[in-house]
């Protein structure tokens, strides 16, 4: 015969951990560090988390002691917070700044996955959503896959100690913008720009030499004078560069009649790798164009006046202006002159999308430095 005990525990159902368990996660994680971490004693003294007002029996509310631990976890947490501003005040900074990016990328994360949940429940395809899910989606997938790199590389044992000192010494190659400081923001996303300022006048250089090629008279001339423009310092006008919209349609500028250097000067602009085989740089210029494409209709039908200064500066940065050291209604102007270029273009124009990541940002008031 089995035990009756023995029936009672194999018909047991153990309880789900509640969502506000799982919330609370960072908090008691933190909280146990710092407590390690202030301990003179070698091991944890559960003796300490005790209380005379603490007197759960089995079948008491989770929930309180949840609310417990959470308060005990802040309460060390700030001791440890009070004891690094005191004694290390510069680590402090740095430790500061990588808890704030640790909750901002889970914070991230949830919303990601809600996101994810919302399009597979109600059948909504990716250009279909709002502008800020649209652009939170393609965001995340960016910062994940730089996670998942370092994630990658600190596999092997005590790797992970290697994998510090990269990030402390190289913040910029291996770290999302969520663990830089305010400083380092403006100063990284200055070397970016500049690094993609390298390849505009390679861009501009063949856009000269494919002039002859272009078949109609009238194209040729419009094309020559817009370079003309360019080469002297005038910011070009919206009407300019959509008159040559055929010449990015098909040959010689079309998406599918780029060269190799081309694409590879194309892909520094847009701050993509350009060390990749022509027919992946290719598609990968193609993928990146259309995204923005489907954000700027997003946007448009958005409305530039609904985004906050943040959300602009980041839109035309991503959009080939260093909007860092540009006033936001200069800002503004500017990503409505790139939403008037790329909501009159079709998918077969794209490659103007492309170029114009040069053409409309190089003369820009206030981006010469």
């Known amino acids: ?39 003179p004693r070698s091991s944890l003294d559960f003796r300490r988390f005790r209380s005379s007002k603490l007197h759960l029996s089995p079948k008491a509310d989770v929930k309180s002691l949840i609310s417990y631990v959470v308060a005990k976890t802040k309460v060390i947490n700030g001791k440890y917070h009070r004891f690094l501003g005191r004694h290390f005040p510069r680590f402090y900074v740095l430790y500061t700044v990588f808890m704030k990016g640790l909750q901002m990328i889970w914070a991230d994360a949830k919303k990601a996955r809600r996101i994810k949940t919302n399009m597979w429940k109600h059948n909504i395809k990716f250009h279909q959503l709002p502008y800020r899910e649209m652009e939170h989606l393609r965001q995340f997938r960016r910062d994940v896959t730089k996670c998942l790199f370092l994630g990658i590389i600190s596999i092997p044992p005590f790797a992970n100690y290697l ?15 969520h663990f830089w400081t305010p400083k380092q923001q403006i100063d990284f996303l200055d ?49 300019d560069i959509l008159a040559l919209r055929e010449c990015f349609s098909n040959h010689p500028l079309g998406m599918k009649q780029l060269h190799a250097l081309q694409m590879k000067a194309l892909s520094r602009a847009m701050l993509l790798t350009p060390y990749l085989p022509s027919f992946l740089l290719r598609h990968r210029l193609r993928t990146h164009t259309t995204v923005i494409h489907q954000l700027d209709k997003a946007l448009a039908k958005l409305g530039i006046g609904q985004l906050s200064p943040q959300e602009v500066k980041s839109a035309c940065y991503l959009r080939g202006l260093n909007s860092t050291h540009i006033a936001e209604e200069r800002c503004r102007t500017w990503l409505g002159e790139w939403l008037q270029i ?19 940002s190089v003369n820009y008031t206030g981006t010469r430095r």
């Open 191 to 239: 070397i970016y720009h500049a690094l993609r300022k390298q390849s505009h006048p390679e861009i501009l250089c063949y856009l000269e030499k494919v002039i002859p090629l272009v078949s109609d008279a009238g194209l040729r001339g419009h094309m020559m004078e817009l370079c003309t423009k360019i080469q002297h310092g005038t910011h070009p006008a919206i009407h």
């Open 342 to 360: 790329s909501c009159s273009l079709k998918e077969a124009e794209l490659s103007l999308l492309l170029h114009n990541v040069v053409l409309l």
């Open 1 to 39: 015969m089995v035990p009756q005990a023995l029936l009672s525990l194999q018909t047991h159902t153990t309880p789900d951990i509640p969502s506000c368990l799982i919330s609370h996660l960072p908090d008691v994680f933190l909280g146990l560090i710092a407590y390690l971490s202030l301990s």
């Open 163 to 177: 994998v510090f000192l990269l990030m402390y010494l190289f913040p910029r190659q291996l770290l999302i913008q």
